[in-house]
């Protein structure tokens, strides 16, 4: 990994266990900000607010190309999603705190 002169994790490369490589990017302040991982289940790229330490934001391409982009509240729970499915049908789909789907199309 890089780091930053006071020894913080600046930019993260590797392999877990589980079979997921991936990059990391932190804050000046050692805080988590972007996570781009690659696994058998898809791609990913989510942003991280630094105060909260809570994904955001993410971008996401399946194995069979599907992509998605997921909106997360406050919380980092998934409130709102964009895709199209691989047949190349677009979706979205919303849902309340509780997780319940208040709209979606189709």
Same mark, same amino acid.
């Given at each position: 990994?890089? !780091? #930053?002169?006071?020894?913080?994790?600046?930019v993260l490369i590797g392999?877990?266990?589980r079979r997921c490589a991936g990059v990391g990017? !932190?804050?000046?302040?050692? &805080?988590?900000l972007v996570g781009r991982g690659v696994? &058998?289940? #898809?791609?990913? +790229?989510t +942003? !991280?607010?630094? &105060?909260?330490g809570r994904a955001r934001a993410g971008l996401g391409?399946?194995?069979d190309g599907a992509p998605s982009l997921v909106l997360f509240d406050q919380n #980092?729970?998934?409130?709102a999603e964009l895709h199209v499915r691989a047949d190349g049908k677009p979706g979205?789909?919303?849902v309340d705190a509780n997780g319940k789907r208040v709209a979606a199309m189709p």
């Open positions: 990994g890089f !780091y #930053g002169a006071d020894e913080k994790h600046r392999e877990s266990g990017i !932190y804050s000046p302040k050692g &805080q988590f696994t &058998q289940n #898809g791609e990913a +790229l +942003l !991280y607010d630094e &105060q909260s391409v399946a194995p #980092g729970k998934d409130r979205f789909v919303m």
